[in-house]
């Protein structure tokens, strides 16, 4: 069974960081496309970042490059995204997500909160 479990995240205040981690099983995490999403609350879910399982090629939303980081362990297969210099805007549920075989397959989500 294909699966993709989250963990970190939490609470933050502004100018701090966090990691969140992406597990994938049933499946080998380095030959696909791994991204990252999140959701603001009355928000539209949007992609902050992915890497390629092709050539490692690495895509970052305007609105975080610079102080998120993307990055994969391949022998825990694992895809992690670092967060630092966190704003109140990055508040939100943030998804990890791959496709494969024309099926796409979501983490289940974990809130990131950036207050004071």
């Known amino acids: 069974q294909l699966q993709l479990v989250q963990s970190g995240g939490g609470v933050v205040q502004p100018g701090g960081s966090l990691r969140l981690s992406c597990a994938a099983s049933g499946f080998t995490l380095e030959y696909y496309g791994i991204g990252w999403f999140r959701q603001a609350p009355g928000k539209e879910r949007e992609e902050v970042s992915c890497v390629s399982g092709s050539d490692d090629g690495i895509y970052y939303a305007d609105s975080v490059k610079g102080r998120f980081t993307i990055s994969r362990d391949n022998a825990k297969n694992t895809v992690y995204l670092e967060m630092n210099s966190l704003k109140p805007e990055d508040t939100g549920v943030y998804y990890c997500?791959?496709?494969?075989?024309?099926?796409?397959?979501w983490g289940q989500g974990t809130q990131v909160t950036v207050s004071s």
């Open positions: 997500n791959t496709r494969i075989n024309h099926s796409n397959y």
